[in-house]
């Protein structure tokens, strides 16, 4: 049987417990609270954002400094796609910055790089767009899609010049060549017999 000091004791220990855990649940929420953001928008047009989460992480250079608040398409051009991030208050934006997705690890999700930016460029202010760029995947990507298409446009030349007509004409082409180089062949030989013949007409 449980003594009364034992559930004293195990009274107290969840007590405190308890109380340790919701101090750091309330300043967790707290500091999430108070955090201050500046607001920004990266329009993508043309560009599939699959992978990109609200919530996920937004990268400046390598280092997070914010994260995506919203993702939708323009309702006056489906085309496009908004993205909003929010970023530390007080980090300098340059209006020569680009924003791009990169990969977070294999797991297929993405996440918003800030890159480039320059000390003479000003600083953007909150509730501007930052100009979309492309990857070192989108560039390869692009070159990988051209030379698909290279290539099916060789095999499509390659099928077009084994098409039934142009076989027809080839084995028309093989036959007249054959018929000529027997012409050829027989007049050369006549041609060395009387070659022949006037070596030994010579001779005698």
């Known amino acids: 049987m449980v003594s009364r000091a034992t559930k004293i004791r195990l009274g107290v220990f969840l007590a405190i417990g308890s109380i340790v855990i919701l101090l750091f649940v309330i300043a967790v929420a707290g500091n999430r609270l108070t955090q201050k953001w500046d607001t920004y928008y990266i329009m993508f047009q043309n560009y599939p954002v699959s992978g990109l989460q609200v919530g996920g992480t937004v990268n400046y250079q390598g280092i997070k400094v914010g994260q995506v608040a919203?993702?939708?398409i323009d309702p006056e051009d489906v085309?496009?796609?908004?993205?909003?991030?929010?970023?530390?208050?007080?980090?300098?934006?340059?209006?020569?910055?680009?924003?791009?997705?990169?990969?977070?690890?294999?797991?297929?999700?993405?996440?918003?790089?800030?890159?480039?930016?320059?000390?003479?460029a000003a600083t953007m202010q909150p509730g501007t767009f930052i100009k979309a760029g492309s990857s070192m995947l989108d560039d390869f990507s692009?070159?990988?899609?051209?030379?698909?298409?290279?290539?099916?446009?060789?095999?499509?030349?390659?099928?077009?010049?084994?098409g039934s007509q142009n076989q027809e004409n080839i084995t028309k082409i093989l036959s007249e060549t054959s018929l000529l180089l027997a012409?050829?062949?027989a007049n050369l030989s006549g041609t060395l017999e009387s070659l022949n013949?006037?070596?030994?007409?010579?001779?005698a």
């Open 197 to 203: 013949l006037i070596a030994q007409n010579t001779a």
């Open 142 to 162: 692009d070159r990988a899609l051209s030379i698909a298409e290279k290539i099916d446009l060789i095999a499509t030349n390659i099928g077009d010049m084994t």
């Open 79 to 120: 085309s496009k796609l908004i993205v909003t991030i929010d970023i530390e208050q007080g980090t300098p934006i340059k209006s020569d910055t680009e924003a791009v997705l990169s990969l977070v690890g294999i797991t297929g999700l993405k996440a918003v790089e800030i890159k480039g930016g320059t000390n003479e």
């Open 70 to 72: 919203a993702i939708k």
């Open 183 to 185: 012409d050829t062949r």
